[in-house]
């Protein structure tokens, strides 16, 4: 059994990128920065950079249920952040033992295609990412890409485009979602959708200009997920990881990494150095 603990710890299960900007990398440098302590299960491993990505190797389902095992046994995880995977078995091992262990938070980033255009899940593993994980979770986070592909409607175009997918994405049964709108690029302001229940929550910030936004995705639910840990209400939870991710991508350009999108800036509030 899992000893309790006062301690923020919110667990990611997702895909590795070995350019450090998304992914677990990505994951655990939000839920740190952000106040929490991050443990980790893998789902698969990328070969990618800021370029893109030329390489997917899935971990095993049964590795991945035994990380989950090794973790849920021992750590009393708060909050869970689900984003890559990459294929329908791995969804069904990951659901099932959420099923198992219950998390009392569940975010899930219904991860389809990377920053560069790079489709990283099966087409054939989107139904079951529906039927099996997306019910659980208490808030899910596609962009208009994701949005479109989980719903079977057209890629929006504008503001009035997404409000139309509302009740679209409510039916797919999640507690909430953050239906995010920075793909919408001629529009002055990154406008995002908290879509409860009863009530539409509309989240807008300036755009910024700056072609470093590897890893907004993943950075953006993590922290949600590690201020979901730390006892925020969820409409506080989502508007603090907003918060966050807008200083985070401000502060990307202090970055100097790769030729391509290069990451945000996930410790931007400063660096530490000894007297």
Do not use: W
């Not at 095992?69 to 959420?98: E, H, Q, W």
């Not at 986070?141 to 009740?167: C, F, R, V, Y």
């Not at 539409?200 to 922290?223: E, K």
């Not at 966050?244 to 391509?260: E, W």
């Amino acid at each position: 059994m899992a000893v309790p603990s006062k301690t923020p710890i919110t667990l990611t299960i997702a895909g590795s990128d070995s350019g450090g900007g998304a992914g677990i990398q990505a994951d655990i440098k939000a839920i740190s920065a952000t106040g929490g302590y991050s443990c980790s299960v893998i789902t698969a491993l990328t070969a990618q950079n800021t370029l893109g990505v030329s390489g997917i190797y899935p971990v095993d389902p049964s590795f991945v249920e035994q990380q989950l095992d090794a973790v849920f046994s021992d750590i009393d995880v708060k909050a869970v952040k689900v984003g890559m995977l990459s294929d329908a078995n791995i969804i069904r091992s990951v659901a099932t033992k959420l099923h198992e262990y219950k998390p009392q938070f569940l975010v899930v980033d219904p991860v389809m295609v990377a920053t560069s255009g790079d489709l990283l899940l099966q087409e054939e593993a989107i139904s079951t990412l529906k039927t099996e994980l997306l019910p659980m979770a208490d808030v899910i986070t596609p962009n208009l890409p994701e949005a479109a592909a989980l719903t079977g409607a057209e890629l929006p175009k504008t503001e009035q485009d997404m409000n139309a997918m509302i009740t679209a994405l409510r039916e797919l049964g999640s507690r909430s979602v953050l239906l995010k709108g920075g793909h919408l690029e001629q529009d002055e302001n990154s406008t995002d959708l908290l879509i409860l229940a009863d009530d539409v929550i509309r989240l807008s910030t300036p755009r910024i200009n700056t072609q470093n936004t590897h890893g907004t995705g993943c950075t953006l639910s993590s922290a949600t997920a590690s201020y979901l840990a730390q006892g925020h209400e969820l409409i506080d939870a989502v508007k603090n990881a907003k918060a966050y991710i807008t200083q985070a991508i401000l502060h990307a350009s202090d970055l100097k990494i790769g030729s391509g999108h290069g990451p945000v800036h996930h410790f931007f509030a400063g660096h530490f150095k000894a007297e």
